[in-house]
């Protein structure tokens, strides 16, 4: 422990060989807590604020340790930042040689096989997906990894991606011509042999899963786990230890009976014919969905209790018409699979998706939320557990392993009740470190005065309003944050019309990486975005000095999830208010607040709109989670924090990316 701690200290290897390490006690103090963490077997759940380094803090004891060592991040990013360069900067300042891996899902991987697949059936090279088959096919004889993340050229959401990627639905292990070339399993064996493995947390679940149906799953071997971004744990685990069947499955489906009849079943083509029944069936439901959405007038999506989807009697006609494209398609494939391996596992997959959809399509379930989740040109059918708390703990008990729990936002004051609770980790030793940046000097919280009831139609206009002449200060260099997407939406048109001249970015004009970084080049932008962007978006320095939050971030009382959990609590006797809607939203507001200072010299002005942060009486558990920045209901408040801002920031912005990296 003693020694990691002095490894972060001033004059210590890191503060040597990496550029801009600044020298922080909590960083120092959380690296011994996760070290005997470690050592001992032991359960640990750690919050440190912004600006601790907390991804130091965990790997130099990992490395330390000697221990095989699996870290499970939330995003794909933050895997690629560990592996590509957090850990070579560590292993190289400390004169280590550890193995590490990294190690992603199945879909983030080239499939050779179905590469080949894909080319044999002919795609034209001059539709836009053949120009992106034939650039996938020169990649593949350069790539070492296979990880399509290295193919930056073409988008990872490009639909051609779903043809040539790994598979569970059709992956034949060592039975594929491939298998001693295939991408996925080098990954994996690299994995198996690495000290330090860095994966994802639907990774981690997948493993769970596996050990608790008794297979020999892939990280058996871990000594200890980290988990970082723990926050969004409980929510994917509770998506994970549902069910769910996803629409883009049954059209793969579709596709993939089609080319194997073409290939290995020419004479029968009443096959082809059913398999274009159900692709015609998907696209009805999705249309149906549309047509939902429109009536409720979303544009993001839509979430949707099962019971009340199922009262639509047009809607549950394009299910039985679903329902029944599925049947005629297993029977055709049925007389049809022993021609090949391709038809006997579409024959595999068509029955085990009939099975799923007809089980995802009742709402008399026990003990899970049955609903579904659409969008433009997909739908998703869910059976989500009410709670996930018994059932991470069944599996956790397959490990024998310390674990270690980490995030910016885990407590709600300085207690972790809410969060330990959700996954059953009571018994676990708690710590928590505040960010080391000073936001009394650093920072200034704006709540500007008269602001309207949140409920009330003119709130949003109220709030663009408010928010003008703090624009006008801040000289855009803005996130607006909303927490819904109607409200964005409404915004926006607003600012359109305003007189403000500076860069408008809307979150669903771009993805969302694509803004961001429009962003960061522009340097006085305002970006407008709702949920996805409270949280894993850093722009540090002074392009981000502003951050204006409309509204406590409580869910949407819309959301059948959140419905089902709420009745589910007052059935127990409890208060679903306190107990569970109050802790998530104060969790997801500091997430939110966690966007503004991002390193030592940065400085910016906090703008919360929602008027019940003073006026309700449960507003004082949000101002003990928040910073101890000073308030003020002045706009005279905001022209002075700012014109204070402007040489600072002139004089210092260049160390703030660096500092808030490390």
Known sequence: ME???????????????IPGFTPRIEQQEMADAIADAIANGSMLIAEAGTGTGKTL?????????????????????????????????????????????LLKGRANYLCLHR?????????????????QLHAIHAWAKQTH????????????????????????????????????????????????QAQIVIINHHLLLADMALRD???????????????????????????????????????????????????????????????????????????????????AERTEGLSVAWSDAAHCAHFRHRVEQLSSALQQLQQSLASAALRSKNLEQCARRCDEQRHHFEQLTRDDVADAIPWLSSGQHAFTLHHTPLEVCSAFQERLAHYDSSWIFTSATLAVGEKFKHFAAQLGLEQAVTRQWLSPFDYAQQSCCYIPAGMPDPRHDSYTAAVVE?????????????????????????????????????????????????????????????LLGSSSFWQGVDVPGPALSCVIIDKLPFASPGNPVLQARIEALKSAGRNPFFDY??????????????????????????????????????????????????????????????????????????????????
Not at 90 to 98: E, G, P, T, Y
Not at 166 to 187: G, I, K, N, P, V
Not at 479 to 496: D, G, K, N, P
């Open 466 to 526: 408010a928010a003008l002449p703090v624009l006008r200060a801040s000289r855009g260099r803005a996130f607006m944050l909303f927490t819904s997407h109607r409200a964005l939406q409404q915004a926006a048109r607003l600012l359109h019309h305003s007189a403000l001249d500076y860069p408008l970015l809307v979150q669903g004009s771009a993805p969302r990486s694509e803004l961001v970084a429009r962003f960061r080049r522009h340097g006085n932008a305002i």
């Open 213 to 295: 149906e008794g297979y020999n799953a892939l990280l058996a071997a871990t000594d200890a786990f980290i988990i970082d971004e723990a926050h969004q744990l409980p929510e994917i685990a509770a998506r994970f230890f549902g069910r769910s069947l996803a629409s883009r499955q049954l059209q793969r489906l579709t596709e993939d009976s089609r080319s194997a009849q073409q290939q290995d079943a020419p004479d029968q083509r009443q096959l082809s014919e059913h398999a274009d029944m159900l692709g015609a069936a998907v696209s009805a439901m999705v249309a149906a969905l549309r047509d939902v959405e429109h009536r």
């Open 581 to 662: 809607q109050l802790p998530q939203a104060v969790i997801a507001l500091k997430q939110g607040i966690g966007r503004l200072i991002r390193g030592h010299n940065d400085r910016g002005l906090l703008m919360i709109c929602d008027p019940r942060l003073l006026g309700k009486s449960y507003g004082k558990a949000f101002l003990k989670s928040m910073p101890a920045m000073p308030r003020s209901h002045s706009l005279e408040a905001v022209h002075a924090f700012f014109s204070q801002e402007l040489t600072t920031t002139d004089n210092n912005s260049g160390d703030s990316a660096t500092n808030q990296e490390v």
């Open 3 to 17: 020694r990691a701690a002095r490894l972060l200290a001033a004059g210590g290897p890191l503060a040597r060989h």
């Open 145 to 192: 990894s296979g990880d399509i993340g290295e193919m930056t050229q073409i988008s990872e959401q490009a639909r051609i991606w779903s043809h040539v990627t790994a598979s569970a639905d059709d992956c034949t292990d060592q039975q594929c011509a491939q298998f001693e070339h295939c991408f996925l399993m080098r990954a994996r064996q690299q994995a198996e």
């Open 115 to 131: 590469l080949q697949q894909h080319i044999e059936q002919g795609a034209s090279h001059d539709s836009e997906q053949g120009v």
């Open 57 to 101: 803090a965990y790997l130099v004891p990992a490395l330390l340790s000697g221990a095989k060592v699996t870290i499970a991040t939330g995003t794909k990013n933050l895997q690629d930042q560990l592996f590509y360069r957090d850990l070579p900067q560590v292993r190289a300042a400390l004169a280590l040689s550890s193995p590490i891996a």
